[in-house]
Protein backbone atom coordinates (compact mmCIF):
# COMPACT_ATOMS: atom_id res chain seq x y z
CA UNK A 1 0.00 0.00 0.00
CA UNK A 2 2.99 2.30 0.83
CA UNK A 3 4.48 1.78 -2.78
CA UNK A 4 1.23 2.42 -3.97
CA UNK A 5 0.89 6.05 -2.56
CA UNK A 6 4.31 6.50 -3.21
CA UNK A 7 3.88 5.90 -7.10
CA UNK A 8 0.56 7.51 -7.49
CA UNK A 9 2.36 10.88 -5.53
CA UNK A 10 5.00 10.77 -8.06
CA UNK A 11 2.83 10.45 -10.58
CA UNK A 12 0.44 13.40 -9.63
CA UNK A 13 3.92 15.47 -8.97
CA UNK A 14 5.14 14.40 -12.74
CA UNK A 15 2.02 15.90 -14.25
CA UNK A 16 1.51 19.05 -12.24
CA UNK A 17 5.45 19.99 -13.38
CA UNK A 18 4.68 19.54 -17.10
CA UNK A 19 4.39 23.18 -18.89
CA UNK A 20 2.04 21.53 -21.35
CA UNK A 21 -0.66 20.71 -19.12
CA UNK A 22 -0.40 23.96 -17.23
CA UNK A 23 -0.68 25.70 -20.31
CA UNK A 24 -3.93 23.58 -21.68
CA UNK A 25 -5.52 23.72 -18.97
CA UNK A 26 -5.17 27.62 -18.96
CA UNK A 27 -6.25 28.17 -22.07
CA UNK A 28 -9.52 25.86 -21.60
CA UNK A 29 -10.73 27.87 -18.22
CA UNK A 30 -9.59 31.36 -20.67
CA UNK A 31 -11.64 29.94 -23.78
CA UNK A 32 -14.65 28.89 -20.71
CA UNK A 33 -14.92 32.44 -19.14
CA UNK A 34 -14.31 34.34 -23.07
CA UNK A 35 -17.60 31.43 -24.32
CA UNK A 36 -19.64 32.24 -21.28
CA UNK A 37 -19.12 35.78 -21.55
CA UNK A 38 -20.32 36.04 -25.55
CA UNK A 39 -23.91 36.76 -24.42
CA UNK A 40 -22.41 39.98 -22.43
CA UNK A 41 -20.33 40.86 -25.47
CA UNK A 42 -23.31 40.89 -28.22
CA UNK A 43 -25.41 42.91 -26.08
CA UNK A 44 -22.90 45.48 -25.39
CA UNK A 45 -22.35 45.86 -29.18
CA UNK A 46 -26.15 45.73 -29.38
CA UNK A 47 -26.78 48.20 -26.95
CA UNK A 48 -24.38 50.47 -28.57
CA UNK A 49 -25.94 49.82 -31.86
CA UNK A 50 -29.63 50.63 -30.06
CA UNK A 51 -28.08 53.69 -28.94
CA UNK A 52 -27.11 54.66 -32.75
CA UNK A 53 -30.40 54.05 -33.63
CA UNK A 54 -32.54 55.72 -31.18
CA UNK A 55 -30.41 58.93 -32.24
CA UNK A 56 -31.23 58.50 -36.04
CA UNK A 57 -34.30 57.15 -35.85
CA UNK A 58 -35.17 56.18 -39.93
CA UNK A 59 -37.65 59.06 -41.18
CA UNK A 60 -40.59 57.02 -43.00
CA UNK A 61 -42.79 58.68 -45.26
CA UNK A 62 -46.52 57.62 -46.22
CA UNK A 63 -48.90 58.62 -48.77
CA UNK A 64 -51.91 57.55 -48.69
CA UNK A 65 -53.88 59.81 -51.13
CA UNK A 66 -57.01 57.44 -51.32
CA UNK A 67 -57.36 57.50 -47.24
CA UNK A 68 -57.30 53.56 -47.94
CA UNK A 69 -56.64 53.58 -43.85
CA UNK A 70 -58.99 56.20 -43.29
CA UNK A 71 -56.97 58.23 -41.25
CA UNK A 72 -55.67 55.09 -39.13
CA UNK A 73 -51.90 55.68 -40.16
CA UNK A 74 -51.52 57.99 -37.34
CA UNK A 75 -50.96 55.68 -34.60
CA UNK A 76 -48.27 54.09 -36.03
CA UNK A 77 -45.72 56.69 -34.39
CA UNK A 78 -47.34 55.61 -31.18
CA UNK A 79 -46.36 51.65 -32.15
CA UNK A 80 -42.58 52.63 -31.18
CA UNK A 81 -41.51 50.57 -34.39
CA UNK A 82 -38.25 52.50 -35.15
CA UNK A 83 -39.61 54.80 -37.63
CA UNK A 84 -40.72 58.17 -37.32
CA UNK A 85 -44.18 58.41 -39.69
CA UNK A 86 -44.70 61.22 -42.05
CA UNK A 87 -48.52 60.84 -43.11
CA UNK A 88 -49.58 62.39 -46.29
CA UNK A 89 -52.99 62.20 -47.76
CA UNK A 90 -52.65 63.58 -50.77
CA UNK A 91 -50.47 62.62 -53.99
CA UNK A 92 -47.12 63.35 -54.31
CA UNK A 93 -45.12 62.36 -57.00
CA UNK A 94 -42.05 60.15 -57.79
CA UNK A 95 -39.93 62.91 -58.78
CA UNK A 96 -41.07 64.54 -55.37
CA UNK A 97 -40.19 61.48 -53.09
CA UNK A 98 -36.73 61.36 -54.64
CA UNK A 99 -35.83 64.74 -54.54
CA UNK A 100 -36.52 64.42 -50.63
CA UNK A 101 -34.24 61.44 -50.35
CA UNK A 102 -31.65 63.22 -51.97
CA UNK A 103 -32.17 66.35 -49.87
CA UNK A 104 -32.23 63.71 -46.42
CA UNK A 105 -35.85 65.40 -45.65
CA UNK A 106 -36.89 61.15 -45.47
CA UNK A 107 -34.89 58.13 -46.21
CA UNK A 108 -37.62 56.00 -47.61
CA UNK A 109 -41.22 56.32 -48.60
CA UNK A 110 -44.68 53.94 -48.81
CA UNK A 111 -46.81 54.70 -51.66
CA UNK A 112 -50.24 53.08 -50.83
CA UNK A 113 -52.79 52.56 -53.28
CA UNK A 114 -56.11 50.51 -54.30
CA UNK A 115 -55.81 47.78 -57.32
CA UNK A 116 -58.24 45.52 -58.25
CA UNK A 117 -56.66 42.54 -56.33
CA UNK A 118 -55.94 44.43 -52.82
CA UNK A 119 -53.96 47.02 -51.40
CA UNK A 120 -50.69 48.03 -53.75
CA UNK A 121 -47.63 49.32 -51.17
CA UNK A 122 -44.75 50.66 -52.77
CA UNK A 123 -41.75 50.91 -50.77
CA UNK A 124 -39.60 53.44 -52.14
CA UNK A 125 -35.82 53.71 -51.73
CA UNK A 126 -32.22 55.52 -52.72
CA UNK A 127 -30.48 51.77 -53.25
CA UNK A 128 -32.20 48.25 -53.24
CA UNK A 129 -28.96 46.77 -53.84
CA UNK A 130 -28.17 45.41 -50.08
CA UNK A 131 -32.12 44.79 -49.37
CA UNK A 132 -34.03 41.36 -49.79
CA UNK A 133 -37.35 43.08 -50.23
CA UNK A 134 -39.73 45.40 -48.38
CA UNK A 135 -38.99 44.72 -44.37
CA UNK A 136 -41.03 42.57 -42.75
CA UNK A 137 -42.34 44.23 -40.12
CA UNK A 138 -43.56 46.91 -42.01
CA UNK A 139 -45.15 44.41 -43.95
CA UNK A 140 -46.74 42.79 -40.70
CA UNK A 141 -47.71 46.40 -39.49
CA UNK A 142 -49.71 47.77 -42.64
CA UNK A 143 -51.47 44.46 -43.29
CA UNK A 144 -52.67 44.11 -39.38
CA UNK A 145 -53.85 47.74 -39.36
CA UNK A 146 -55.62 47.22 -42.25
CA UNK A 147 -56.95 44.14 -40.73
CA UNK A 148 -58.40 45.62 -37.57
CA UNK A 149 -59.74 48.51 -39.53
CA UNK A 150 -62.02 46.36 -41.77
CA UNK A 151 -62.45 44.43 -38.61
CA UNK A 152 -64.08 47.57 -36.44
CA UNK A 153 -66.63 48.30 -39.73
CA UNK A 154 -68.42 45.14 -38.66
CA UNK A 155 -69.38 46.19 -35.74
CA UNK A 156 -68.34 42.55 -34.12
CA UNK A 157 -67.99 41.62 -30.39
CA UNK A 158 -64.71 41.14 -28.37
CA UNK A 159 -65.41 37.34 -28.37
CA UNK A 160 -66.32 37.16 -32.10
CA UNK A 161 -62.82 39.01 -33.04
CA UNK A 162 -61.27 36.93 -30.28
CA UNK A 163 -62.77 33.78 -32.40
CA UNK A 164 -61.07 34.47 -35.83
CA UNK A 165 -57.52 34.61 -33.94
CA UNK A 166 -58.04 31.66 -31.41
CA UNK A 167 -55.03 30.69 -28.72
CA UNK A 168 -53.59 27.74 -29.64
CA UNK A 169 -51.91 25.46 -27.35
CA UNK A 170 -49.67 22.69 -28.81
CA UNK A 171 -48.60 19.78 -26.58
CA UNK A 172 -46.26 17.20 -26.89
CA UNK A 173 -47.05 13.65 -26.13
CA UNK A 174 -46.01 9.74 -25.94
CA UNK A 175 -46.68 6.50 -26.55
CA UNK A 176 -43.74 4.69 -24.65
CA UNK A 177 -44.48 4.44 -20.46
CA UNK A 178 -40.95 6.23 -20.18
CA UNK A 179 -41.17 9.66 -20.49
CA UNK A 180 -37.88 11.20 -21.05
CA UNK A 181 -37.13 14.26 -18.62
CA UNK A 182 -35.17 17.42 -20.01
CA UNK A 183 -33.24 18.15 -23.52
CA UNK A 184 -31.93 15.24 -25.32
CA UNK A 185 -29.75 17.95 -27.59
CA UNK A 186 -28.21 19.29 -24.34
CA UNK A 187 -27.72 15.85 -23.02
CA UNK A 188 -25.80 14.65 -26.10
CA UNK A 189 -23.23 17.97 -25.70
CA UNK A 190 -22.55 16.65 -21.96
CA UNK A 191 -21.92 12.98 -23.16
CA UNK A 192 -19.54 14.64 -25.61
CA UNK A 193 -17.83 16.80 -22.86
CA UNK A 194 -17.55 13.67 -20.61
CA UNK A 195 -15.79 11.57 -23.03
CA UNK A 196 -13.48 13.51 -23.68
CA UNK A 197 -12.83 13.74 -19.85
CA UNK A 198 -12.43 9.95 -19.80
CA UNK A 199 -10.41 10.11 -23.21
CA UNK A 200 -7.59 12.04 -22.52
CA UNK A 201 -7.27 11.87 -19.07
CA UNK A 202 -7.02 8.21 -19.51
CA UNK A 203 -4.14 8.80 -22.90
CA UNK A 204 -1.99 10.11 -20.48
CA UNK A 205 -1.28 6.61 -18.85
CA UNK A 206 0.01 5.39 -21.88
CA UNK A 207 2.19 8.47 -22.70
CA UNK A 208 3.54 8.55 -18.89
CA UNK A 209 4.58 5.05 -19.14
CA UNK A 210 5.88 5.42 -22.29
CA UNK A 211 8.14 8.61 -21.67
CA UNK A 212 9.50 7.07 -18.83
CA UNK A 213 10.96 3.90 -20.30
CA UNK A 214 12.70 5.75 -22.83
CA UNK A 215 13.82 7.78 -20.06
CA UNK A 216 15.10 4.78 -17.87
CA UNK A 217 13.12 5.92 -14.98
CA UNK A 218 11.02 2.28 -15.42
CA UNK A 219 14.20 0.09 -14.78
CA UNK A 220 14.09 1.98 -11.33
CA UNK A 221 10.81 1.70 -10.68
CA UNK A 222 10.47 -1.87 -11.74
CA UNK A 223 13.90 -2.59 -9.16
CA UNK A 224 11.96 -1.07 -6.21
CA UNK A 225 8.30 -2.39 -6.65
CA UNK A 226 6.30 -5.01 -8.40
CA UNK A 227 4.58 -4.09 -11.43
CA UNK A 228 0.97 -4.42 -10.45
CA UNK A 229 2.02 -1.38 -8.08
CA UNK A 230 3.69 0.37 -11.18
CA UNK A 231 0.29 0.16 -13.44
CA UNK A 232 -2.36 0.55 -10.30
CA UNK A 233 -0.29 3.61 -8.95
CA UNK A 234 0.17 5.43 -12.35
CA UNK A 235 -3.07 4.71 -13.17
CA UNK A 236 -4.36 6.16 -9.37
CA UNK A 237 -1.66 9.31 -9.88
CA UNK A 238 -2.99 10.67 -13.17
CA UNK A 239 -6.84 9.40 -12.68
CA UNK A 240 -6.38 12.16 -9.34
CA UNK A 241 -5.23 14.93 -11.47
CA UNK A 242 -7.42 13.72 -14.08
CA UNK A 243 -10.42 14.67 -11.67
CA UNK A 244 -9.17 17.42 -10.05
CA UNK A 245 -9.03 18.88 -13.86
CA UNK A 246 -12.14 17.80 -14.34
CA UNK A 247 -13.90 19.39 -10.66
CA UNK A 248 -11.82 23.11 -11.64
CA UNK A 249 -13.45 23.34 -15.48
CA UNK A 250 -16.94 22.47 -14.06
CA UNK A 251 -16.18 24.68 -11.20
CA UNK A 252 -15.11 27.73 -13.32
CA UNK A 253 -18.20 26.84 -15.43
CA UNK A 254 -20.90 27.08 -13.18
CA UNK A 255 -19.31 30.09 -11.75
CA UNK A 256 -19.47 31.51 -14.86
CA UNK A 257 -22.43 30.46 -15.72
CA UNK A 258 -24.25 32.42 -12.75
CA UNK A 259 -22.01 35.29 -12.92
CA UNK A 260 -21.90 35.51 -16.39
CA UNK A 261 -24.98 34.73 -18.09
CA UNK A 262 -27.92 36.73 -18.27
CA UNK A 263 -30.43 35.89 -15.79
CA UNK A 264 -32.91 32.67 -16.86
CA UNK A 265 -30.80 32.18 -19.86
CA UNK A 266 -29.35 28.64 -18.46
CA UNK A 267 -32.79 27.19 -17.26
CA UNK A 268 -33.87 28.17 -20.51
CA UNK A 269 -31.67 25.57 -21.95
CA UNK A 270 -30.88 23.45 -19.58
CA UNK A 271 -33.68 21.74 -17.25
CA UNK A 272 -31.43 22.55 -14.05
CA UNK A 273 -34.41 20.31 -12.13
CA UNK A 274 -33.16 17.10 -13.66
CA UNK A 275 -29.59 17.92 -12.15
CA UNK A 276 -29.62 16.53 -8.43
CA UNK A 277 -27.10 15.43 -6.12
CA UNK A 278 -27.57 11.97 -6.99
CA UNK A 279 -27.14 12.51 -10.34
CA UNK A 280 -23.70 14.08 -9.54
CA UNK A 281 -22.97 10.70 -7.36
CA UNK A 282 -23.11 8.49 -10.56
CA UNK A 283 -21.88 11.01 -13.03
CA UNK A 284 -18.57 10.75 -10.90
CA UNK A 285 -19.16 6.77 -10.44
CA UNK A 286 -19.01 6.34 -13.76
CA UNK A 287 -16.28 8.49 -14.37
CA UNK A 288 -14.12 6.69 -12.13
CA UNK A 289 -15.12 3.58 -13.57
CA UNK A 290 -14.78 4.25 -17.67
CA UNK A 291 -11.42 6.23 -16.44
CA UNK A 292 -10.19 3.05 -15.35
CA UNK A 293 -11.20 0.85 -18.15
CA UNK A 294 -9.53 2.56 -20.89
CA UNK A 295 -6.32 4.03 -18.46
CA UNK A 296 -5.85 0.43 -18.28
CA UNK A 297 -5.94 -0.28 -21.72
CA UNK A 298 -3.62 2.44 -22.44
CA UNK A 299 -1.47 1.07 -19.96
CA UNK A 300 -0.76 -2.24 -21.76
CA UNK A 301 -0.43 -0.30 -24.87
CA UNK A 302 2.46 1.81 -23.26
CA UNK A 303 4.43 -0.96 -22.12
CA UNK A 304 4.68 -2.15 -25.46
CA UNK A 305 6.50 0.53 -27.45
CA UNK A 306 9.90 1.74 -26.68
CA UNK A 307 9.86 5.17 -28.34
CA UNK A 308 7.35 8.05 -27.71
CA UNK A 309 6.24 8.28 -31.36
CA UNK A 310 5.00 4.98 -31.66
CA UNK A 311 2.40 5.52 -28.77
CA UNK A 312 -0.05 6.77 -31.08
CA UNK A 313 0.21 3.75 -33.27
CA UNK A 314 -0.04 1.52 -30.11
CA UNK A 315 -2.97 3.53 -29.12
CA UNK A 316 -4.82 3.25 -32.16
CA UNK A 317 -7.01 0.06 -31.45
CA UNK A 318 -8.22 1.32 -27.73
CA UNK A 319 -9.34 4.96 -29.74
CA UNK A 320 -11.28 2.84 -32.07
CA UNK A 321 -12.94 0.98 -29.11
CA UNK A 322 -13.40 3.90 -27.08
CA UNK A 323 -15.16 5.77 -30.15
CA UNK A 324 -17.12 3.12 -31.19
CA UNK A 325 -18.64 3.02 -27.64
CA UNK A 326 -19.03 6.94 -27.52
CA UNK A 327 -20.69 7.08 -30.92
CA UNK A 328 -22.83 4.03 -29.62
CA UNK A 329 -24.32 6.17 -26.97
CA UNK A 330 -24.60 9.91 -28.54
CA UNK A 331 -26.54 9.21 -31.40
CA UNK A 332 -28.60 6.28 -29.91
CA UNK A 333 -29.44 8.78 -27.20
CA UNK A 334 -31.64 10.50 -30.14
CA UNK A 335 -34.09 7.59 -28.99
CA UNK A 336 -33.64 7.04 -25.40
CA UNK A 337 -36.47 4.70 -25.02
CA UNK A 338 -34.87 2.05 -27.70
CA UNK A 339 -33.04 -1.32 -26.71
CA UNK A 340 -30.23 -0.17 -28.65
CA UNK A 341 -29.36 2.96 -25.99
CA UNK A 342 -30.44 -0.05 -23.02
CA UNK A 343 -27.29 -1.64 -24.97
CA UNK A 344 -25.50 0.78 -24.86
CA UNK A 345 -25.88 1.99 -21.09
CA UNK A 346 -24.84 -1.54 -20.10
CA UNK A 347 -22.37 -2.85 -22.59
CA UNK A 348 -18.49 -1.28 -20.65
CA UNK A 349 -17.08 0.83 -23.42
CA UNK A 350 -20.24 3.01 -24.10
CA UNK A 351 -21.93 3.09 -20.62
CA UNK A 352 -19.78 5.50 -18.62
CA UNK A 353 -20.99 7.97 -21.71
CA UNK A 354 -24.46 7.21 -21.65
CA UNK A 355 -26.23 5.74 -18.22
CA UNK A 356 -25.78 9.28 -16.48
CA UNK A 357 -27.49 10.69 -18.84
CA UNK A 358 -30.38 8.12 -19.01
CA UNK A 359 -30.50 8.89 -15.18
CA UNK A 360 -30.67 12.09 -15.54
CA UNK A 361 -33.89 11.97 -18.02
CA UNK A 362 -35.10 9.26 -15.66
CA UNK A 363 -35.43 6.32 -17.66
CA UNK A 364 -32.82 4.09 -16.42
CA UNK A 365 -34.33 1.70 -13.48
CA UNK A 366 -32.45 0.43 -10.73
CA UNK A 367 -32.43 -2.96 -11.80
CA UNK A 368 -29.92 -1.47 -14.84
CA UNK A 369 -27.84 0.91 -13.37
CA UNK A 370 -27.03 -2.16 -10.67
CA UNK A 371 -26.22 -4.23 -14.04
CA UNK A 372 -24.12 -1.58 -15.64
CA UNK A 373 -21.77 -0.90 -12.75
CA UNK A 374 -21.28 -4.98 -12.11
CA UNK A 375 -20.16 -5.37 -15.64
CA UNK A 376 -18.17 -2.47 -15.54
CA UNK A 377 -16.12 -3.44 -12.50
CA UNK A 378 -15.87 -6.93 -13.94
CA UNK A 379 -14.50 -5.60 -17.34
CA UNK A 380 -12.46 -3.38 -15.07
CA UNK A 381 -10.68 -6.85 -13.10
CA UNK A 382 -10.53 -8.80 -16.16
CA UNK A 383 -8.36 -5.80 -18.35
CA UNK A 384 -6.60 -5.46 -15.30
CA UNK A 385 -5.46 -8.54 -15.13
CA UNK A 386 -4.56 -8.70 -18.26
CA UNK A 387 -2.76 -5.32 -18.44
CA UNK A 388 -0.33 -6.05 -15.40
CA UNK A 389 0.74 -9.66 -16.65
CA UNK A 390 1.68 -8.46 -20.17
CA UNK A 391 2.91 -5.41 -18.68
CA UNK A 392 5.26 -6.77 -16.12
CA UNK A 393 7.05 -8.56 -19.26
CA UNK A 394 7.22 -6.12 -22.06
CA UNK A 395 7.96 -2.85 -19.74
CA UNK A 396 11.54 -3.73 -20.14
CA UNK A 397 10.89 -4.57 -23.56
CA UNK A 398 13.34 -1.85 -25.45
CA UNK A 399 13.42 -3.27 -28.97
CA UNK A 400 10.44 -3.68 -31.27
CA UNK A 401 6.70 -3.32 -30.42
CA UNK A 402 5.72 -5.70 -29.18
CA UNK A 403 2.66 -7.86 -31.34
CA UNK A 404 -0.40 -9.43 -30.09
CA UNK A 405 1.33 -12.53 -30.38
CA UNK A 406 3.85 -11.60 -28.27
CA UNK A 407 1.53 -10.37 -25.75
CA UNK A 408 -0.45 -13.63 -25.86
CA UNK A 409 2.44 -15.44 -25.03
CA UNK A 410 3.39 -13.45 -22.62
CA UNK A 411 0.08 -13.28 -20.81
CA UNK A 412 0.22 -17.62 -21.15
CA UNK A 413 3.35 -17.65 -19.71
CA UNK A 414 3.56 -14.92 -17.34
CA UNK A 415 4.47 -16.33 -13.55
CA UNK A 416 1.87 -14.46 -11.11
CA UNK A 417 4.20 -14.33 -8.41
CA UNK A 418 6.72 -11.77 -9.99
CA UNK A 419 3.62 -9.76 -10.83
Do not use: H
Amino acid sequence: MKDLILVATFTIKEMLKKKTFLVSNLIIILMIIVGFNIPNILNSFNANKNDSEELAISKELIVDAQNIYEGSLEALNSMNLGYNFQIENKEVSFDEIKTKIENGDIEDAIVISKEKNGIKLEYIVEDMTMMNGVPEDLQNTFIGLYKNLQLSKLNLSEEQIASLEPNFEFELKQTEEAEVKGNVIVMMLLSLVLFYAIYFCAYQVSSSITTEKTSKIMETLVTSTKPRTIVLGKTIGIGIVGFMQVVVIVAVALICANYCLPEGMLESVLDVSQITPMLGIFTIIYFILGYATFALLYALTGSTVSKPEDVQTANGPVAVVAVIGFYLSYFTMLNPNSSLNEFASIFPFSAPFCMPFRIMMGIATTSQIAISIAILIATILIIANVSIKIYSSAILNYGSRVSLKDMIKMYKNKDDSNI
